[in-house]
């Protein structure tokens, strides 16, 4: 929800306020390339999770740690593509307004939902979450 959210205040702020514009066509059009990155790499983590067979639902208690493939690289990497896609709607819109959803969003996921994230590892894998933690990025 907060990942639409921030879309659709994009939208606002590219319509009410674009500021100037800092991308112009056709090459507003690369906006499609970090989003499209960004949704295969959303399908490859889900598919981690359910061949784990742990949630991929924010706040519900996992019954598995994935720590290989892309979760080797990041410890949150739909999140990362989250914030991919919407520098990709950034660049679709190519006004400056929009950018400034990109960081308010990082600030919402990393206090509201990473930190809660990863307090619920910790209580659920112990040592073998910090160890992870300490292996591999937060973001990238």
């Not at 702020?13 to 507003?28: E, F, K, M, Y």
């Not at 307004?97 to 910790?122: D, G, H, K, N, Y």
């Amino acid at each position: 929800m907060v990942f639409f959210l921030g879309i659709a205040i994009m939208a606002a702020l590219n319509h009410w306020a674009p500021g100037p514009r800092l991308i112009d066509p056709p090459l507003t059009r690369l906006g499609w390339i970090p989003i499209a990155l960004g949704l295969v790499i959303a399908v490859m983590a889900r598919n981690q999770f359910r061949r784990a067979g742990t949630t991929i639902k924010p706040f519900q208690e996992s019954s598995a740690l994935v720590t290989d493939g892309m979760f080797a690289f990041s410890r949150n990497p739909m999140y990362v593509c989250l914030t991919a896609a919407l520098v990709g709607v950034f660049v679709l819109f190519g006004t400056l307004t929009p950018v400034l959803v990109v960081p308010a969003f990082v600030w919402v996921i990393r206090s509201r939902f990473i930190a809660v994230e990863e307090r619920m590892m910790e209580d659920a894998f112990g040592d073998t979450y910090r160890s992870y933690k300490d292996r591999v990025r937060r973001w990238l």
